[in-house]
Structure formats: C-alpha cells, structure tokens
C-alpha cells in the first residue's frame, strides 16, 4: 500500500491511472490522501446504489431528478465517513446512509403547505397504526382507536389527519359530479379568486424590473424553468452545465426575487 501512496503523492492521479485500482485499495488512497480525484471515482463506481434506491421513492410526491440528486449527495456523504479498516462492505454501510438523506428530504420538503416536525411525525405514525388496527379489529379504526393506540388524545389525531391532506395537495382539475346537469365541476371552479387581471399586471411588472437586474445566465434558466416549464436537467442540457449548477442559481435568483419583493413591501 506503501507504493501506490507514494505514486499518488507524487502528483500522477487522475481518471485513467485510478482504473487499475480496485474499490478497496481506492479507500485506502483516498482515506490517506482526501484527493477529490479519488472520490468522483468512488462515487461514479458506486452511483448505481443512488440510482437504485432513488428509484424505490418515485411517485411519492417528489421528482426522481430531485431524489437523485439528494440520493447521490447521500454517497458523497457515506464515502467520507466510511472506514475501510472497520471491514464492512461500503454498499450496506452506504445504503442506510442515503436512504437516510432521502427520508431527511421527504419529512422537510414533501409537504406542500410547511406543518410542525410533532405533527408530520404523529401523521406518519396514524398511518401505520390504520394498517396494524385494520388487521387487529377487522374493520377502519375509529379516531379513538388509534388515540388509545398511540396513548395521545382524539384532537391530536384530528389535527394530524387534517395536515396530512396537504403531504399531497388535490389537482385544481380534479371533477366533481354536478348532479342534474352534464357538465362534470372542477375543484378550480369552485374556488374564489382575487381580480386576476391585476394580479397579472403587477406581477409581470415585478418580473419585468426584477429580471433586469439578472446577469444573461440567471435570465436563461428564469426562461427555461418558469416560462418554458422545462426541468432542470434540461436546462443544464441546453446551458451545458451541471444539474447542480442550475438547482444553485435557480435558489440564488429566487432569493434575489425576495429581496426585490421585500423592498416593495417595505
């Protein structure tokens, strides 16, 4: 191991020379010396698991690009923190570790409408107890089931399932049955709204200003992201550039957006 430390130090490393090194000995160089080098190998030799287990959350409220870029941060993640020497396979040291940031991404991100941690968590915990008491009493729990079950009050199951709606917010578009008549509702209908005509203006002014502060880049994936509705896997496409790179300064004009509609309220 001696040897193939001094080759690394002695400033030979790169993509091609990395190939003849197995997993293993890849750990040990990079444990040794933190070459990012080393690590883009690691990670492409094991980005298959991110794949993978990025592919067990698909619809489920959030996008596959999304989860596959939290699922290949979590590698990044496991692969500083493993220890060859401990004598553990990286793919079951990895794999609790991604799926891991992935739920960390759901519990903090997959709710439309932001509720409390206590809730979400007692929301998820109604819902494992409906499928136990389903099967125990043979029939849809009652509120007070699952109350008595979980040892907490019916108000704080009610709340719970009250917020559990917006994890997953209906369509606008979703029909209702309008009885006797043969055109079929939809939810948007049924919704008031304020003048949009003024809404419309004012927010195209606000665009229309605040995008003249933007350099040409921030301008082209505003376009691609929010007027042509296109990924951003698509936008780095047309932009050459990484995903990464487009999720980075879409939240940095977004926060430049922010500041302008502060400014106005102020």
């Given at each position: 191991m001696e040897?193939?430390?001094?080759?690394?130090?002695?400033?030979?490393?790169?993509?091609?020379?990395?190939?003849?090194?197995?997993?293993?000995?890849?750990?040990?160089?990079?444990?040794?010396?933190?070459?990012?080098?080393?690590?883009?190998?690691?990670?492409?030799?094991y980005l298959y698991i991110a794949q993978i287990l990025s592919k067990k959350y698909i619809n489920k409220g959030i996008e596959y690009e999304d989860l596959y870029q939290i699922a290949s941060l979590g590698l990044i993640f496991a692969i500083e923190r493993f220890d060859i020497t401990k004598g553990f396979e990286f793919s079951s040291f990895a794999t609790p570790t991604i799926i891991g940031e992935i739920k960390k991404y759901f519990r903090d991100k997959g709710w439309a409408i932001r509720v409390p941690r206590r809730i979400q968590e007692l929301?998820?915990?109604?819902?494992?107890?409906?499928?136990?008491?389903?099967?125990?009493?043979?029939?849809?729990?009652?509120?007070?089931?699952?109350?008595?079950y979980l040892g907490c009050t019916e108000e704080q199951v009610l709340e719970a399932m009250d917020a559990s709606q917006v994890y997953t917010p209906k369509s606008l578009d979703i029909s209702y049955d309008n009885s006797g008549d043969d055109k079929d509702v939809q939810l948007k209908d049924l919704i008031g709204e304020n003048d949009k005509y003024f809404d419309i203006l004012e927010n195209k002014d606000f665009i229309k200003e605040s995008?003249?502060?933007?350099?040409?880049?921030?301008?082209?994936?505003?376009?691609?992201?929010?007027?042509?509705?296109?990924?951003?896997?698509?936008?780095?496409?047309?932009?050459?550039?990484?995903?990464?790179?487009?999720?980075?300064?879409?939240?940095?004009?977004?926060?430049?957006?922010?500041?302008?509609?502060?400014?106005?309220?102020?």
């Open positions: 040897s193939t430390v001094k080759k690394i130090d002695e400033g030979t490393i790169n993509i091609h020379s990395l190939k003849q090194y197995n997993e293993k000995e890849l750990f040990e160089i990079y444990n040794q010396t933190k070459d990012k080098t080393i690590r883009n190998e690691l990670v492409n030799r929301s998820k915990k109604i819902s494992n107890t409906r499928n136990v008491l389903t099967q125990e009493l043979q029939r849809t729990p009652k509120v007070i089931d699952i109350a008595e995008m003249k502060k933007l350099n040409e880049l921030e301008v082209k994936i505003i376009k691609y992201r929010f007027f042509e509705n296109k990924t951003q896997s698509q936008a780095a496409k047309l932009l050459d550039v990484s995903q990464m790179t487009i999720s980075r300064m879409e939240k940095k004009v977004i926060d430049k957006f922010k500041k302008e509609l502060n400014k106005m309220e102020e």
